[in-house]
């Protein structure tokens, strides 16, 4: 079943920073009575209204967490910064459980000041992996490695593209680490075809190489192996901000085929939510019911 069936509404997700106006309480009554009936949550504002309190009230509303962010930030030298990550992981796997979702999304860190070892980073976020992928196993929780844009990988994530967060999660079960396929990070890639066909199992068979919005060959299902632990959306638009992390565009105001993502993910076997998360301060200064409409119309337009 696709994403642009009647059952629509069941397949969205609404990422908490898309609205970030909203306190808890909000998006939970706005998105039960617009018939949104999945969240993404982070982590602060979660923690400031209390985990347990936070888990009943997405319950009661008849919600669903789709994922929570943020873990990850494991590419310190110093070991006392290196133990303190993987205990903020830790208590972030734990939060995760008690939401009920079964998706940690990772921002895996940037590049410690004065480095230039890209490689060496991730060695570390691998070594970061081995050492939470048990505990994550335990708490029904999977790890989810999530690529960002390569403008972020000095400071932010050394994980630039989806080949390279395949290639640290396949050195685990995969059940255990995931990766995250977001239209804004990786629109610009002309071999995301073939590594969204890798993360659902199919190793990219009967993909092409072509970037995204280009016709490529359906694969397998790839289901029983699939990596793909979180769908994500938001447009890329021009100019970038200043800073440059405010700068998604609501979807279909960009560059980003959205629906040629939605159609590969689907094709590589990916069956869960599609979270919209946008970053952009023009939506925060507006109505929140207002932005929720304008998402699932949007949705619907360039998605489904």
């Known amino acids: 079943m696709s994403l642009g069936t009647p ?13 970030r106006q909203w306190s808890l309480p909000e998006l939970a009554d706005g998105c039960a009575r617009a018939g949104v009936r999945g969240v993404g949550l982070w982590r ?14 997405i319950r009661d509303a008849g919600l669903r967490v789709t994922s929570l962010c943020r873990g990850g930030f ?25 939401l009920g979702t079964d998706t940690l999304v990772l921002v895996s860190g940037g590049l410690p000041p004065g480095s230039r070892d890209l ?35 000095a400071d932010r994530c050394v994980v630039s593209t989806l080949a390279q967060a395949l290639d640290l999660a396949e050195r685990f079960p995969a ?5 995250v396929v977001d239209t804004y990070h990786l629109w610009w890639d002309d071999t ?43 447009d890329w638009v021009t ?40 970053f952009n301060p023009a939506l925060w200064a507006r109505d929140g019911a207002e932005v929720l409409a304008e998402v699932v119309q949007r949705f619907r337009t360039h998605v489904g």
């Open 175 to 179: 059940d255990r680490v995931g990766v």
């Open 44 to 57: 602060a504002p979660v923690q400031q209204y209390g985990v347990p309190a936070a888990a009943r009230l």
């Open 119 to 153: 490689a060496g980073a991730r060695e570390r976020i691998a070594d970061a992996l081995g050492e939470l992928a048990p505990y994550a196993a335990e708490r029904g929780v999977r790890l989810a490695l999530e690529p960002l844009h390569p403008m972020y990988a």
């Open 239 to 278: 100019p970038l901000p200043e800073g440059v992390l405010l700068g998604r565009g609501q979807l279909g105001d960009g560059s980003v085929d959205l629906r040629w993502f939605r159609e590969r993910v689907e094709t590589a076997g990916y069956r869960g939510p599609a979270e919209v998360e946008i």
């Open 74 to 98: 494991f590419t310190a030298l110093d070991p006392g910064e290196r133990a303190a990550a993987l205990d903020d992981n830790r208590a972030a796997l734990d939060e995760a459980a008690a």
């Open 7 to 19: 059952s629509l509404l069941d397949r969205l997700s609404l990422n908490q920073q898309t609205i």
């Open 192 to 234: 995301v075809g073939t590594q969204i066909g890798r993360a659902g199992g199919s190793g990219g068979a009967g993909s092409t190489d072509g970037a995204a919005g280009t016709d490529g060959a359906a694969g397998t299902d790839g289901a029983a192996a699939s990596r793909i632990a979180a769908f994500q959306l938001a």
